[in-house]
């Protein structure tokens, strides 16, 4: 009392000892005086009263945490004495404990337990600490019986309230588990509290009004997982984890079956384990989400597998064979087995899309692929897997080179192999031929036994991974179609000799007439054949022509040889550098001119001839002949009828080349009183040429045909008055009967037509006059002539 009572006073008042309290509450003091002490408790008569009376309370308090406690949330059975003051942990750890007057405590912590217990207020005959533990007195904790206990949580299910199904937890013998638990021991108090641990953490719940309020806050609530379990289970197939495939079980009618098993019911508990009588004693086991079965014991985890309706519907249909030997045996699956090779064997499937099967006693687990395709393995340590290919895959893949044709790299055209229902033909052979989906081979030729085609089409016979060598390499050939829309039915020749050799093809031969050789083309269509004793190889140019590597002729179908035969009948060229002085004329295959030859046109433009030193050159697209070496160029002339047609029968004046006289022009050739001059003639391109004494000059039309404008300044020539009447006329021969316009079809009159042709006889007579020599009048006999023709339209 005196120490905490002189706590709170002045310094200078404090008494250097105090021995203590009596029984009767008066203070016994050391060192001074009684009368002192009080004087100094009248002195402080509040203070001294409030402090006694703390003290009484918390001496009282002290004493009312006296007694053995333990934790409710431990899971084993432990106790703590509190005695004079003092919890003791152990026998030898103890902390000092300072009660207060509102029933609360603290501890002077020393030990271990630093840090959790700290402070606890008794509530309720318990003592309740701030880290959450709650402890309850000895003598009032008893445990319920086990059999108690079991009927209240055992075979039970329950799931959290605020999140219904999201887990399932189930209360076993002393263990609580499931959903995202650790199992954990559990206790059960006599009232009905259950002590655990969730998720390492201690907690204490509450069965209240058949719920379970948990010391956290959550929540569970009891469901019954019994009859959906045995939904669940009906119709469900198994397979053993520890060896797939091996067994397969099914349950039918709440009847579990299959593999080893002698038939025997399957249940199911409230708390949605399944009970059944697996290999001579009682099985418990748990259905998991995903369809599993987990069975307590050696029996471990059954694997959920499809269903028969399930397998079904999704394999219904697919026929599988070895991809190593195809089509040697055929698999199908029909309801849970598979069916073919050498016997029927139990199959499995799992969600995953991995299959299992028990193959004739191997145990064979795999993958069914998106491709189809089922990836087989005995064991985890095989490193290649037994692979089976639909057989639609193989169909489909097989359509794609049905027909497809090869040769030998090392001896190309000599002989063909063709695919046709999966089996090569050729060299008088025939064997199974397959292409997988992986464009692998498996064939039966000899020595040919596998092979891989590339993406150039080639075949590269040999093992996987094996050097090729070029005696090992098929090169693809062009189809039979493209073989027949190119070749056969037609005839070839050589451009250099036309006629003389004729070949014809037929079935990848083709016949000179003496001979009958092979003669093929490649997919990349180069063309192979064995004329001349050799192989050969050429290509077909986009005209048709074939050209050879070896420098041979190139070869022209002689129907092509033909069109360009008459496509050339009739042509004329003239020399480019003397242009009019020779004419040259095509006729059947001949050219004629200075000389006559053989003379051919190709498809590809080329020209051959025998003329000397014009043997080749080629006709570019403007008809212009372009020989080879120094023989020069020959320019395309307009035919005989359009050059007599506007140049020739005429008579031209008007100073120009010629000197200002009025000439004649006659099959080319210019006359001046009777005497050729010079040589014209009228190129393909309208152009006027005029070659005399060496020199040459063109010139072009004009004014509808009735001049003629010599290039270089060389002046212009203007046909004489009748024949530029007559040209005029020519113009005019056939006259439309109406003139179509705005305003619609308007007839001309016949008198309109008169006045038109009285104007242009004037316009006539003037021009007439203009060309008379040196500027004068033309004869008379001109002008009367042109005034006779006028004379005579116009009365028509």
Same mark, same amino acid.
């Given at each position: 009392?005196?120490?905490?009572?002189?706590?709170?006073?002045?310094?200078?008042?404090?008494?250097?000892?105090?021995?203590?309290?009596t029984t009767s509450g008066v203070i016994a003091s050391r060192g001074m005086r009684a009368g002192a002490m009080k004087m100094l408790l009248l002195f402080f008569p509040l203070l001294a009263q409030s402090v006694v009376s703390d003290v009484a309370?918390? $001496?009282?308090?002290?004493?009312?945490?006296?007694?053995?406690?333990?934790?409710?949330?431990?899971?084993?059975?432990?106790?703590?004495?509190?005695?004079?003051?003092?919890?003791?942990?152990?026998?030898?750890?103890?902390?000092?404990?300072?009660?207060? $007057?509102?029933?609360?405590?603290?501890?002077?912590?020393?030990?271990?337990?630093?840090?959790?217990?700290?402070?606890?207020?008794?509530?309720?005959?318990?003592?309740?600490?701030?880290?959450?533990?709650?402890?309850?007195?000895?003598?009032?904790?008893?445990?319920?019986?086990? +059999?108690?206990v079991r009927s209240i949580l055992e075979n039970s299910a329950w799931t959290e309230k605020q999140r219904p199904g999201a887990n399932i937890y189930v209360f076993d013998d002393a263990t609580v588990s499931g959903g995202d638990l650790t199992p954990a021991p559990f206790a059960m108090t006599k009232d009905h509290r259950i002590v655990t641990s969730l998720h390492g953490t201690s907690v204490v719940g509450k069965v209240s009004d058949g719920e379970i309020l948990w010391s956290t806050g959550q929540v569970w609530v009891p469901i019954r997982l019994g009859g959906d379990v045995l939904a669940r289970l009906e119709g469900g197939r198994w397979t053993q984890e520890k060896a797939?495939?091996?067994?397969?079980?099914?349950?039918?009618? @709440?009847m579990v079956q299959g593999g080893d098993l002698v038939p025997s019911k399957i249940s199911a508990r409230p708390d949605g384990r399944v009970v059944a009588a697996l290999h001579g004693s009682e099985a418990i086991g748990s259905l998991e989400a995903n369809g599993d079965i987990q069975w307590v014991g050696e029996e471990g985890r059954w694997l959920a597998l499809a269903t028969a309706e399930e397998i079904t519907e999704m394999l219904e249909g697919i026929r599988w064979t070895e991809n190593d030997r195809p089509y040697d045996h055929i698999y199908t699956v029909v309801d849970t087995a598979v069916v073919g090779g050498d016997l029927p064997a139990p199959f499995g499937m799992f969600s995953d899309n991995g299959v299992c099967m028990n193959f004739d006693g191997r145990l064979m687990s795999g993958k069914l692929l998106e491709n189809g395709e089922i990836h087989w393995k005995a064991s985890a340590d095989d490193t290649e897997p037994w692979i089976w290919v639909t057989t639609d895959a193989i169909e489909e893949i097989g359509a794609q080179i049905e027909g497809k044709r090869w040769t030998e790299k090392t001896h190309p055209g000599e002989q063909v192999y063709t695919i046709h229902d999966f089996e090569v033909s050729g060299g008088g052979i025939a064997a199974k031929f397959i292409m997988l989906p992986d464009r692998s081979i498996v064939c039966d030729l000899e020595g040919r036994h596998v092979g891989k085609v590339k993406n150039n089409g080639e075949i590269h016979w040999g093992p996987p991974g094996e050097e090729v060598k070029d005696d090992q390499v098929w090169l693809p050939l062009a189809t039979r179609e493209m073989m027949m829309h190119k070749f056969e039915g037609k005839e070839w020749t050589e451009e250099s000799q036309p006629g003389?050799?004729?070949?014809?093809?037929?079935?990848?031969?083709?016949?000179?007439?003496?001979?009958?050789?092979?003669?093929t083309m490649l997919a990349d269509d180069t063309i192979v054949t064995g004329l001349g004793g050799s192989p050969m190889t050429g290509r077909m140019l986009t005209t048709g022509e074939i050209v050879w590597d070896n420098g041979a002729s190139p070869w022209a179908t002689v129907e092509d040889i033909d069109k360009m035969e008459k496509a050339a009948e009739g042509r004329r060229w003239t020399d480019g550098a003397r242009p009019c002085e020779h004419t040259y004329i095509v006729h059947k295959g001949v050219v004629m001119g200075d000389g006559s030859a053989k003379f051919a046109l190709f498809p590809d433009g080329s020209v051959r001839s025998e003329l000397s030193g014009r043997e080749s050159g080629e006709m570019r697209k403007d008809g212009e002949i372009q020989w080879e070496g120094d023989a020069g160029s020959w320019l395309p002339l307009a035919s005989a009828a359009q050059q007599q047609n506007q140049i020739e029968q005429k008579r031209w004046t008007e100073s120009g080349p010629i000197g200002g006289r009025v000439f004649d022009i006659q099959s080319g050739k210019v006359l001046a009183d009777g005497s050729e001059i010079a040589s014209i003639c009228l190129l393909a391109n309208g152009t006027v040429a005029l070659h005399a004494t060496g020199t040459v000059v063109t010139g072009a039309f004009a004014d509808y045909g009735r001049e003629i404008h010599w290039r270089g300044d060389r002046g212009t020539w203007v046909l004489t008055g009748a024949d530029m009447l007559a040209e005029t006329v020519r113009k005019f021969e056939s006259p439309p009967s109406s003139f179509s316009s705005s305003m619609g079809s308007v007839t001309l009159p016949g008198a309109?037509?008169?006045?038109?042709?009285?104007?242009? +006889?004037?316009?006539?007579?003037?021009?007439?006059?203009?060309?008379?020599?040196? @500027?004068?009048? +033309?004869?008379?006999?001109?002008w009367a002539a042109s005034r006779s023709l006028v004379t005579h339209l116009a009365e028509v």
């Open positions: 009392l005196a120490e905490a009572v002189f706590a709170q006073a002045p310094s200078q008042l404090r008494p250097p000892e105090v021995a203590g309290v309370s918390a $001496a009282e308090g002290a004493r009312a945490f006296d007694g053995l406690w333990t934790p409710q949330s431990s899971l084993e059975h432990m106790e703590f004495k509190i005695e004079g003051g003092v919890l003791h942990w152990t026998s030898e750890l103890r902390s000092k404990i300072t009660a207060a $007057a509102d029933y609360s405590l603290s501890i002077d912590l020393q030990g271990a337990d630093e840090g959790l217990h700290s402070e606890a207020t008794l509530r309720d005959g318990k003592l309740f600490w701030t880290n959450g533990d709650v402890w309850s007195r000895v003598a009032e904790l008893t445990y319920a019986p086990i +059999a108690e797939p495939g091996r067994y397969i079980f099914e349950v039918k009618n @709440g003389v050799h004729v070949y014809s093809m037929e079935d990848d031969k083709v016949d000179d007439g003496s001979e009958l050789v092979f003669f309109m037509l008169g006045v038109l042709l009285v104007a242009l +006889a004037a316009s006539v007579g003037c021009q007439a006059r203009r060309s008379g020599r040196r @500027g004068g009048f +033309a004869p008379i006999e001109e």
